[in-house]
């Protein structure tokens, strides 16, 4: 459990509303993972997203529009697995679109730079 | 190299070390997977109770058939058992978990090679990796014509699935039956092609199942004689239009009215695709977990869902106590002819009540095809709230009314006695069998609520086999209790199974305890109870 709640600060660093912009190599990298993995469970009306929206709410619960995950949370979550969501092995999903994923899920924080 | 915490059963750190150490010449020292954070992806995420039960030492993940081979002769030289999973997706069953803890997970995501599409003949050439998400893509890059028959989540191996007897909902939904020759690395590093594929230069190894002599094929499913690194896959070509109809009976005591109705559809390919009978609760269940909400919405009490609630919740949506649900795939025409039957058939059922739609060529597929493939079931899990879990007990029955009546009612008995909610979907599995799906949800942090899930997996495991019902498949904790099932003639069948385990495997190197199949070392009163620690 204290690890879960560790992994929900790393998520949920607060942040302000990303601005839209061209995405850079890494981050259109990371949109194409992540739209061929994660949104099975993570678009609007789906599991993850439900979960979430349940867990949190809804101005959280879809990833794409959260501007206050983390790189470092978001590839522990993912290694790891989070409450309902099962790990997602190295073999199935490399260390370099993880990293791809993150980029795109934090490009909120970028554009802030 | 990181080091395991976990070392295989009766093998010394040392030589576990130099075992990773051979394994990492084979397929590189990044794919040898033993930090603890490879080892907790390996764990079971739906895991009954402690994952830990079931820990792996490691994973081992080759890319070729040649990989495969040579980790097989390295493990076999150490003692290390092998535990082979393809997409490693096969949630509620163990995931890629092995049973006997441990074990080096062989893990064969890798090999995702689409090796060929055949429109002309339907069929593909999959390797492990291939998950029903790619051949969908690579099917459809291919130009659409060929569809995959997809089992409820879609992250799972098509090889994987079909070795396991997992079902569709097509008519090529047994998907054992739509094997059609497989390349097997055996125990001692040996390679076989099976069917056509033993002919040198064969180009029908796709086309024709049982080449010449014994067929091996069905050998290699749900067991543990060989690891299979490519298959052939029948594929239904697209077919000019889909059907979908939705069933409805009023009345609790319709089960064996609706069963026995469906029956002569079902034998005589009327109805040519899996059909799926939602029982009450399931049907008010799968209502509200698609929407994201859980079981607190309706009920807060302890015990099992009371049957008024469930009744009202029904009425409340105008639908009725059974829900059956299937398509079908033929010609406008074809469907026509079919559609009249089905009518007639429902006219006789008092209170029926039927709705249809269909898809024709060239729309846009719909989820309700069931063809695409999905994750969307997986919803159910949180029913108690979650972070949920679910093990499901099904046992095999002939579709025959009054004895579906019976063993639904058995086993609805012990969920009551055991407070659980009842969710439970009689599937049907090709033209003479259902399963009775009873699926117990539990929240995987409630120690009490995994423990009782167990307990009444047990009971009922006993229970049928009382009443003479095996299971069709198992998780990785119960795999000894189903296999117990299976008891003519004083276990014939499990002591034909360790003949067969003892001439391939004599070291017992493949995932030992698979269906309740142990090597001659871990039988009985000799099983160990998995890995030590470091």
């Known amino acids: 459990m204290r690890t879960l709640m560790a992994l929900w600060a790393l998520l ?3 942040g302000s509303a990303w601005a839209a912009g061209p995405l850079t190599p890494i981050q259109a990298k990371g949109k194409q ?4 993995i994660c949104i099975y469970c993570h678009s609007p009306g789906v599991w993850g997203t439900n979960r979430l929206a349940r867990r949190m709410d809804q101005e959280h619960a879809v990833l794409e529009n959260r501007t206050d995950l983390t790189a470092a949370g978001i590839r522990a979550v993912v290694r790891m697995g989070i409450g309902s969501m099962p790990p997602l092995r190295r073999t199935e999903l490399s260390d370099a679109d993880v990293d791809a994923i993150a980029a795109y899920l934090t490009r909120a924080r970028s554009v802030q730079r | 190299m990181p080091q395991s915490t976990v070392l295989p059963p009766g093998v010394s750190e040392a030589d576990f070390k130099s075992a990773l150490r051979a394994f990492a010449e084979v397929v590189g020292e990044r794919w040898v997977l033993a930090s603890d954070e490879d080892r907790h992806s390996y764990l079971d995420a739906f895991a009954p109770g402690d994952a830990d039960k079931h820990a792996s030492s490691a994973g081992i993940a080759p890319q070729s058939t040649q990989e495969v081979q040579a980790v097989v002769k390295i493990a ?8 082979p999973v393809s997409s490693g997706r096969n949630l509620a069953y163990g995931g890629s978990a092995p049973v006997l803890r441990g074990s080096v997970v062989l893990d064969l995501r890798r090999m995702n090679r689409v090796l060929e599409i055949d429109e002309q003949l339907g069929y593909a050439l999959v390797e492990p990796g291939v998950t029903f998400f790619a051949l969908f893509d690579a099917l459809q890059a291919a130009g659409g014509k060929l569809w995959i028959s997809t089992p409820a989540p879609g992250w799972g191996s098509v ?7 997992g079902v569709g909902y097509t008519p090529y939904g047994v998907h054992a039956d739509t094997i059609c020759g497989m390349e097997v690395v055996l125990a001692n590093g040996d390679l076989v092609r099976t069917g056509m594929g033993a002919v040198q230069g064969s180009k029908e190894w796709q086309a024709f199942k049982y080449g010449y002599g014994p067929v091996w094929d069905l050998m290699f499913t749900q067991s543990n004689f060989g690891v299979v690194t490519k298959m052939g896959v029948w594929l239904m070509p697209e077919p000019e239009a889909v059907a979908n109809y939705a069933i409805s009976v009023p009345d609790y005591k319709d089960l064996a009215i609706l069963v026995d109705t469906l029956r002569p559809l079902r034998l005589n390919d009327t109805i040519n695709a899996d059909y799926t009978i939602q029982n009450p609760f399931r049907s008010v269940m799968d209502e509200l977990s698609m929407q994201g909400k859980t079981r607190e919405t309706i009920y807060s009490g ?7 609630l469930i009744s009202r919740e029904l009425k409340a949506r105008n639908r009725g106590m059974w829900n059956v649900g299937f398509n079908l795939f033929d010609s406008d025409k074809g469907l026509d002819l079919r559609e009249a039957a089905i009518r007639a058939a429902f006219d006789r059922v008092p209170g029926s009540k039927l709705q249809t739609h269909r898809w024709h060529r060239g729309e846009p597929m719909e989820s309700w095809m069931r063809v695409t493939p999905a994750l969307a079931p997986l919803a159910g899990v949180d029913w108690y709230g979650g972070p949920g879990g679910h093990i499901n007990f099904a046992p095999v029955i002939a579709p025959v009314g009054e004895r579906v009546t019976q063993l639904y009612e058995a086993i609805y008995k012990r969920f009551i006695e055991y407070g659980i909610d009842y969710y439970c979907g009689l599937l049907n599995i090709g033209q003479r069998a259902l399963v009775v799906n009873a699926v117990t949800f539990f929240n995987r942090d409630n120690a009490e609520m995994t423990r009782k899930g167990r307990e009444l997996y047990r009971v009922l495991a006993k229970d049928g086999a009382a009443l003479g019902y095996g299971d069709y498949r198992a998780h990785i904790s119960f795999m000894d209790d189903i296999a117990e099932m299976y008891a003519f003639n004083d276990h ?3 002591r034909l199974n360790e003949r067969i385990k003892d001439a391939l495997d004599p070291k017992g190197i493949l995932a030992p305890g698979k269906q309740g199949i142990w090597p001659a070392g871990l039988r009985g009163g000799a099983r160990a ?3 030590s620690q470091a």
């Open chain 1, 12 to 14: 949920c660093l607060s």
């Open chain 1, 33 to 36: 993972a992540y739209d061929h």
């Open chain 2, 76 to 83: 076999a030289r150490y003692g290390i058992p092998l535990w």
């Open chain 2, 159 to 165: 090889i994987g699935n079909a070795l396991e007897h």
């Open chain 2, 302 to 308: 302890s015990g099992s869902l009371p049957m008024e």
């Open chain 2, 492 to 494: 014939a069948l499990r």
């Open chain 2, 529 to 531: 109870k998995g890995g």
